[in-house]
C-alpha cells in the first residue's frame, strides 16, 4: 500500500511554492519535509528538490543507505535546445527546467506501481509545456524516466537532454576507489573521475561511438546504473561530466520536431552493488543491461545458432592485414601464406584484410577501380589465397566521397575528382542544417575535401551496393566492412530530396540496417557466403554482420572489454589495428576471446632485421615505400618537408630515399623502428648501422639518427648519428657502432632534415660485429617469442578452447594474483586472464602472457588457491 504524506501548507502551487515530487518503488512511500521530497523501498531512495529546485534529484540512496548523489540543489532535471523556423537556420536557444515560471507534480498508483508527473509550464520562447515521468514497478529495480515535450507554434525542437543527474564525487570517503564505465566501442575505465577538472567530460553516441546504451559509476561499495531501454535505434548521447557539484549523467537525444514530442523508450536508472559479497564492479552494471538486451531482436540467435553464416566462420578463424606496401608484391603475400602461415597454422581458416587496394591512394574514394597494384594481380592474389583456406576482406571507406587528395603549394591538387562529384552524386550527399554541402578535410587526404553521401537515400544504397560491393565480390572479395561509418554513423542530414526526415532519427538505424542485409544480398549473387562488417560495434546490428571490427585497446583509459563481455557469444570481434610486437595488447585479446589478429613481418620470410636499406619501390607515391615511415610532426610542430622515392639519383639498386626542405624552418623525417627481441638483435651485443648518404645543399648539419630504447621509450644510452657529408663530396658511406643491451626493445632509425636541404639516403645495412672483428647483415631467423605466442593463440582459438574463446559466454574474472608490468604510462597486470562458460555449461579460464619472460601467477578459482606457470609465448586454458 502506497502512503503519500505532505503538508497542507506545502500544497501543489505554481511558481512562488513549488512542490517537488518523491517516487517510491513497489510498496515504497512518499513524504515531504522542508528541503526535499522523498520516496523510499527496501532498495532505493530518490530525494527531489521543491521550490527554486523545481524537481531536480538531490538524494539517491541504496537501501543499506549509501548516498549516491550529490545533492546539487538548483541544478537542472533537463535541457533543450530548440529553434525558430522563421529565423535563419541554425540559430539555436536553450530552455531549462529552471526557466518554467509554473511547475506541478502529481503522485499516483498505476498498474501495481507508482507514477510521478512532473509539469513544468510558462516558458518564456519556444516550449509550450514539458511533462516529465518516473515510474516504478513491483519487481523491478529500476526508475524509468519518460519525457514529452509540446512546443510552441513555429518553434522546432532539436534536442533533449533528460534526466539530468549529478553524483557524489567522491562517492564514499574518497576518490582512490571511483571509477565510471560507459558503453562505448574503445570502452575504458576511467579511473578517479572526482579527480578531474571541472568541466572535463567523456561522450558517447549512437549511431557512433556508443556501442551500448549504458553508463555507471561505482565504488567499492555500491553503484549508480544509468541505461536507454531503446530497442529500435533512436538516435541518443550519454555525456558524464566533472561538474563543480560532483559528477553528472545526461542522456541527451537529438530531433527534428513540431507540436509534441514524446520520447519512446524509457531511460532507467538503479543502484548497484558487488556479486556475492564482492566489491562492485562495472560488469554488475553491464549484468543488468544484459537482462534486458537478452530480449532484444539482436540477441535473437547466439553466433554458433545462426544459419546466415558459413561453416568455416563458426570454426575459429583467425586474421592477417596486408597493407599497401605488401600488395605491391602480391607474391610475397603469396610467399607469406605458403611459408609461414600453412606451416605453422595448418588447416585453419584465414581472414585475410586488404589496406591500400584503393586505386589512388589508402582511403581516397570510391574512384576505387581497377584495383591496387592491378585488377589481374589482385584477382589471381585471392584466387590463389583461396587455394590456401583464406578468405578476402577489403575495407572500402563508406560513404566518403574524396573531393580532393594531397594540396600542393600552388593551391592546386595532385588529384581533384570534384567533377565528377557534381555530375553524378552531389544531389545524394549530405546537407548541413543550413543547406550547405558537407565538407571535412581529414588528415588522410593531405589537405583534401571529402563529402558524403547521405545513407539515408535510396541512391546512396543502391551505389554502395551495385558500384562497391558488388565489383568487389567479383574480384573473390567475401568480406566486406563498411569502413569509417563508425558504428553505423553518418553525419546528419536536412536535405529535403532524400526523402527522410530532417536531422537525426530512428530512420538512419533503419536505413543502415537496410544497407547491411542488401549489401549481403549484392555480394552473395557471386560469393555466396558472403560476410558483411562495420567499423566499431553497434549492438542494433549484431544480427546482421559476423565479424566486428573492434577497438577497445585504443582507449587512453584502463582497458575494459565492454561489448565483449555482453556480446561474446553473439558475435566475434576482432582487434582493429594491432601493433606488431605488442604482447600486452595480443594478451588482452587472446583473454578477452577476440579473434587472432595477426601482423605480418618480414621475420615470417627470414628477412633482412633493417626492411628495405636500399629504399626501393615498384610503384610511385610514399606509401610504397616499405618499412619506412614520414613522421609528420613532433609536439605540436607540423614537419612540412619532402620525403620521395628518387630512381634517378641513386647509390645502387633502383631508387633511394631523397629528403628536401625548402626553407629553414621546414623539417622532414623518415624512420624505422627495429624491433629487438635478443635472440636475433640484442642480448649484449655489439653491431654497426651504415649507409651511403650524399648532399646537394645543407644549411646547417644534420644526420641520420639512431637509438636503442626500453619500453616505454626510456633511453638505454646507446647509439649514434650517420652526418651528411659535405655538399659536393658524391655518394659517402658513413658508419657507427653501438650494442643493444639486454632488456631493449628497439633501435630507433631518424633519417632527420632540418632547415634548407637537399639529401639522399641509400642502400642502408645493419651488420652485427663478431668478436673477430668481422660483420654480417643481421637477418630474421626462426618464430620470434611473440610468434609463438599468436600460433598458441590462434591453435587454442580454433581447436581446444574453441567452445569458450569462439562461442562462449564472459563471466566475472577470478581472483588473479601476478606481477604488474609497465605500459604506456600505466600499470598493467603481467598476465591477463578472464573466465568463460561454454554453451553447454562448462566453465573455463584462460590466461595469457603478457610479457616475454616466464611468469608466476596465484589463481583463485572454484574455492581454491592455484599456482600458474607461465612461458614467455604461454596462452593456456584451464578447465
Known sequence: MLQVVFCAEKRWVYVCRTQAVC?????????????????????????????????????????????????????????????????????????????????????????????????????????????????????????????????????????????????????????DDDAVVIGASKGG?????????????????????????????????????TAAEDGRGYPKELFVTRAA???????????????????????????????????????????????????QPWCAKRFAQRGDLPAWMKDGPALVRFGRDWLSDPERIESWLTKFWRPNFPKMPLVTAYWGWEKHADWVTPDYFPLFPSDEQFKQLVAKSRAQGCHAFPWPSGYHWTLTYTKRSDGGF?????ARFDKLAKPH????????????????????????LCGGDPWTIDWWNKEICAPLAERGCELIQIDQVVGGNWPSCYALQHGHPLGRGVWMTEAFAHQLATMREAMRVTQPDAVVCFEEPNEWFNGIVGIQDYR??????????????????????????????????????????????????????????????GFESQTTGWKSMRGWDRVPGYQGQVWTGVASVDAQEKHGGASSLRLENARA???????????????????????RLSAWLKTERLAQPNSVNFAVFAPELK??????????????????????????????????????????????????????????????????????????????????????????????????????????????????????????????????????????????????WNGEMRTVSLAPDDVLLLK
Open 23 to 175: 517516487l517510491a518503488l513497489a510498496c515504497g512511500c512518499l513524504s515531504a519535509g522542508g528541503e526535499a521530497v522523498e520516496m523510499r523501498s527496501d532498495s532505493l531512495t530518490l530525494a527531489f528538490g521543491q521550490n527554486d529546485d523545481k524537481g531536480a534529484l538531490v538524494s539517491f540512496r541504496r537501501g543499506d543507505g549509501a548516498e549516491l548523489a550529490a545533492g546539487a540543489h538548483n541544478a537542472k532535471l533537463f535541457l533543450l535546445v530548440v529553434s525558430k523556423r522563421a529565423q535563419p537556420p541554425g540559430e539555436t536557444l536553450t530552455v531549462s527546467s529552471r526557466d518554467a515560471a509554473a511547475f506541478d507534480a502529481q503522485v499516483k498508483k498505476e498498474d501495481g506501481g507508482t507514477c510521478a508527473t512532473l509539469t513544468y509550464g510558462g516558458f518564456a520562447k519556444g516550449v509550450a509545456r514539458v511533462i516529465c515521468t518516473v515510474r516504478t514497478a513491483p519487481g523491478d529495480p529500476k526508475a524509468r524516466w519518460g519525457i514529452c515535450v509540446q512546443m510552441q507554434d513555429d518553434w522546432v525542437l532539436e534536442r533533449v537532454q533528460y534526466p539530468s543527474l549529478v553524483l557524489a564525487a567522491p562517492l564514499g570517503t574518497g576518490v
Open 665 to 687: 624552418e621546414d623539417v622532414v623525417q623518415v624512420s624505422q623502428n627495429v624491433a629487438a627481441d635478443g635472440a636475433c638483435f640484442g642480448g649484449g651485443r655489439k653491431y
Open 552 to 613: 577497445d585497446c585504443e582507449s587512453p583509459h584502463e582497458w575494459a572489454s565492454v561489448f565483449n563481455y555482453l556480446y561474446h557469444e553473439y558475435l566475434p570481434p576482432f582487434q582493429s589495428n594491432p601493433s606488431g610486437g605488442d604482447r600486452v595488447m595480443n594478451a588482452h585479446c587472446a583473454a578477452d576471446g577476440q579473434m587472432p589478429h595477426l601482423v605480418p613481418s618480414g621475420r615470417d620470410l627470414s628477412d633482412e632485421l633493417l626492411v628495405n636499406g
Open 189 to 225: 575505465v576511467i579511473r578517479k573521475p572526482g579527480a578531474m577538472s571541472v568541466g572535463s567530460n567523456v561522450c558517447i553516441g549512437q549511431p557512433g561511438s556508443m556501442a551500448a546504451q549504458f553508463g555507471c559509476y561505482y565504488d567499492d561499495r555500491a553503484g549508480f546504473y
Open 245 to 295: 557539484e560532483g559528477v553528472a549523467f545526461d542522456w541527451s537525444r537529438s530531433c527534428f520536431a513540431t507540436g509534441t514530442e514524446t520520447q519512446a523508450y524509457d531511460v532507467v536508472t538503479a543502484a548497484f552493488g558487488g556479486a556475492e559479497g564482492a566489491p562492485a564492479d562495472w560488469r554488475d552494471a553491464a549484468d543488468l543491461y544484459k537482462a534486458w538486451a537478452a530480449t
Open 715 to 860: 633511453s638505454m644510452g646507446q647509439g649514434g648519428q650517420l652526418a651528411f657529408p659535405a655538399a659536393g663530396a658524391g655518394w659517402v658511406r658513413v658508419s657507427g657502432e653501438f650494442t643493444v643491451p639486454a632488456g631493449a626493445e628497439m633501435l630507433r632509425i631518424m633519417c632527420h632534415v632540418g632547415g634548407e636541404a637537399k639529401v639522399w639516403v641509400d642502400d642502408m645495412t645493419l651488420e652485427e660485429v663478431t668478436a673477430d672483428g668481422n660483420a654480417k647483415a643481421v637477418r630474421l631467423e626462426g618464430l620470434s617469442s611473440d610468434a609463438r605466442f599468436m600460433r598458441k593463440w590462434v591453435s587454442l582459438y580454433h581447436g581446444e578452447a574453441q567452445p569458450w574463446l569462439m562461442h562462449g559466454r564472459l563471466l566475472h574474472p577470478p581472483k588473479l594474483a601476478c606481477a604488474s608490468i609497465d605500459y604506456r604510462s600505466r600499470q598493467v597486470p603481467a598476465v591477463f586472464h578472464n573466465a568463460f562458460c561454454a554453451p553447454d555449461g562448462r566453465k573455463a579460464v584462460v590466461l595469457a602472457n603478457a610479457t616475454r619472460e616466464p611468469q608466476m601467477a596465484t589463481l583463485t
Open 414 to 418: 595532385e588529384w581533384d575528382d570534384r
Open 429 to 452: 550527399a549530405v546537407c548541413n542544417r543550413d543547406g550547405g554541402l558537407y565538407i571535412r578535410t581529414p588528415g588522410w587526404l593531405n589537405g583534401g575535401d571529402t563529402a558524403c
